[in-house]
């Protein structure tokens, strides 16, 4: 079924993949109205009636089901007859609209805001622009003076209202003061009577050398406070307008070192190009430095970092200078904490380019750190995948790195040592004491990307073991880093952790679901498409199979490189039970990756649906090293509830003389 949205900030809509769908009547877009308005709680038939009618006609109630069937028929219109409806369900003693949390703008909004207020000046004020753009007029627009919309119309309103001026507020912070004056004097166009966004304009006039019209604003507003409401301006705004009447230099703009800072680096790549030959080698053991701070920098830049390296290694490769080879291959050392490649054929031929040149190095110790560099970089990029090589460079690099004086290879060493440390399920203990040394040794030297690492690794072993106070502590930890040092990619795991926190700890269902869709919307622009591509499908999945409900799976969802495992979920709910079991026994063993569990769970799921007692027997093979953990959870992003309960339900299907007695449903909270 393809999405459905909604809009309730401005005129009522509701589309599908961009279209607008015909709602029919008034009456109509108020019913669905009212329904968004209730966030997916049940409203009752009567009281309906009441808010769509001042009188009700003497069939209100057959009136009011012909509306519903009107609507049903506009947002399902692929929906068989008979069958249930998904979005505007009956429920009990009247109807609700099951919307998904990220389907109505409204929603969307607060969530965008909420996020906000937790986020550093920069990102926060690109958020609230983004969401203050979900306004396409008042909230509710054509129904905010009814009964039923009138507080919800209000507190959306006043919600709009703050994060302008909480927007505005950042922009002067940080130095644009510029870009808040057409806002703010758009949004008092508008509401005169905010005192707030009075101050914030005043301010940001000044603060762009407009002192006179700074001073005309605080005027401006004096006479408004004074003559409309009959009382004086706040204390703030006293306080501002003998600020400026002073020149006080606390209102002066705050200092600007990005833009320090942009100078200084165009003199100095200025200075480089004139000193270092074009043609010189040096250039590519540079550009692979930039490379590395790129690639820590957001999403653009960990893209453009991916695209320039594999660059930089076939250039290196080309000068056939097998130590600069192995120099420009192991001096990008970017702590990686996810366990599938972003671009596996990319991986492929970095991975390729590292053994040849470690084929073409001498075999001494000058060359040692070298060829430490070279296995910990095939270790960390040919992760993912099942072969021999990758352990074993993992483990030389290690013992290569354990035996010389260089705190920086052996931080290196262990990345590749927890990168193949997914070979099984339930080694979660295994990457904790690696994630535990990476702390110690980065805090120790001041390797700060590392100790970065180090406690995502932390956060995410933990809570496989359930330990969420001490995943807690490091989620908190890594987030402060991320903040001092510049490393945003760092909120896309704790935004996902924070989500799988709630769906493990019993939050309820909708409220696990709603933190999951919001830890997606960060993946948006990550540049981390082997993170991206199916994940929040397989984290609602999870979700389902633990809290006992059906395994409703969309097949035209984008699944990515988990659409094995869903596609037989789709072919039972469609009654193909044959094609289902052919596509259960073509499954081969999960990747070698921290989702490995999650997928022999929803591979046992399938099995104890179908009762097919081989793949019942493989899965609990697979997940037995598991046990006492949370299958999936070592990923740091979803879990699929506890191994022992997959394991009790295998046994149970099994029975005790190792048959099967038939289907059986799938372990999960009632």
């Known amino acids: 079924m393809e999405a459905v949205t909604f809009g309730v900030l401005g005129p009522v809509t509701a589309e599908r993949d961009g279209a607008a769908l015909d709602l029919r009547g008034p009456r109509h877009r108020a019913l669905l109205a009212r329904l968004v308005l209730a966030r997916r709680r049940v409203v009752p038939v009567a009281r309906l009636v009441e808010d769509l009618w001042d009188v009700p006609p003497a069939r209100a109630v057959g009136t009011l089901r012909t509306f519903v069937g009107d609507l049903r028929r506009a947002l399902e219109p692929e929906r068989p007859r008979r069958a249930p409806a998904r979005l505007l369900v009956t429920d009990g003693p009247g109807y609700a609209l099951r919307a998904a949390p990220d389907a109505v703008d409204a929603w969307r909004f607060e969530e965008a805001v909420a996020l906000a207020g937790r986020l550093p000046a920069d990102p926060a004020s690109a958020r609230l622009a983004a969401a203050l753009g979900e306004w396409r007029g008042p909230a509710y627009a054509e129904f905010g003076g009814e009964r039923w919309a009138r507080g919800e119309h209000a507190r959306l309103t006043e919600l709009r209202l703050h994060a302008v001026e909480r927007r505005a507020d950042l922009l002067v912070g940080l130095g644009r003061a510029g870009e808040a004056v057409p806002d703010l004097e758009a949004h008092l166009a508008g509401h005169p009577r905010r005192e707030e966004a009075w101050r914030l304009l005043a301010l940001a006039l000044y603060r762009t050398g407009r002192q006179a019209d700074a001073l005309a604003v605080l005027r401006r507003a004096r006479a408004l406070l004074t003559g409309e409401l009959g009382i004086d301006p706040g204390p703030r705004l006293r306080r501002l307008e003998a600020g400026i009447l002073a020149q006080d230099p606390s209102l002066d703009p705050p200092a600007e070192p990005a833009d320090a800072a942009a100078r200084l680096w165009s003199r100095t790549t200025e200075a480089y ?70 671009d596996p054929e990319a991986a492929l031929r970095i991975v390729t380019a590292a053994e040849h040149t470690l084929a073409a190095l001498p075999d001494d110790a000058g060359t040692a750190p070298a060829r430490c560099r070279l296995l910990a970089t095939v270790a960390v990029e040919s992760r993912g995948v099942r072969s021999a090589r990758g352990p074993e460079a993992a483990a030389e690099a290690e013992r290569i790195a354990r035996g010389l004086d260089d705190p920086a290879l052996l931080a290196f060493a262990l990345n590749g040592t927890f990168m193949q440390s997914c070979t099984t ?124 409900r059906p395994a409703a799976v969309d097949p035209r969802a984008d699944w990515g490189p988990y659409r094995p495992w869903a596609a037989p979920f789709a072919l039972l709910g469609e009654g193909r039970e044959a094609e289902a079991r052919s596509a259960l026994r073509a499954l081969t063993e999960p990747p070698p990756d921290l989702l490995h569990e999650a997928l022999c769970c929803a591979e046992a799921a399938l099995a104890l649906a179908l009762g097919d007692r081989t793949a019942l027997r493989r899965t609990y ?44 449903r799938v372990p999960g909270r009632a």
């Open 425 to 548: 399920a339930g080694l979660a203990p295994r990457r904790d004491a690696v994630g535990a040394e990476l702390v110690a040794l980065a805090r120790r030297y001041g390797l700060h990307s590392h100790e970065v690492l180090g406690r995502l690794i932390r956060v995410q072993a933990r809570s496989a073991l359930g330990d969420f106070a001490a995943a807690d502590e490091h989620a908190d930890a890594v987030d402060r880093l991320a903040a001092r040092h510049e490393r945003p990619l760092v909120a896309v795991f704790t935004s996902w952790y924070r989500a799988l926190r709630q769906a493990a700890t019993g939050s309820p269902y909708d409220r696990a679901e709603a933190g999951y869709r919001a830890a997606a919307a960060r993946l948006d622009g990550a540049g981390m498409p082997g993170l991206e591509r199916g994940l929040l499908p397989l984290a609602l999945l999870g979700l389902r199979l633990a809290h006992g």
């Open 273 to 342: 190009d004139r000193a270092v030959a074009a043609g010189a080698r040096v250039r590519l053991e540079s550009a692979v430095g930039l490379l590395r701070d790129l690639a820590v920098t957001g999403g653009g830049g960990l893209e453009a970092a991916r695209e320039h390296r594999t660059a930089a290694v076939a250039a290196a490769e080309e000068t056939g200078d097998a130590e600069l080879a192995a120099r420009v291959i192991g001096a990008y050392d970017v702590p990686a904490v996810w366990t599938r490649s972003d």
């Open 621 to 664: 093979g697979r997940l037995l090293p598991a046990a006492g953990q949370l299958a999936g959870a070592g990923s740091g992003l979803l879990t699929f509830g506890p191994v022992d309960d997959w394991l009790a339900a295998i046994r149970r299907a099994l029975g005790p003389d190792g048959g099967c007695a038939g289907p059986r």
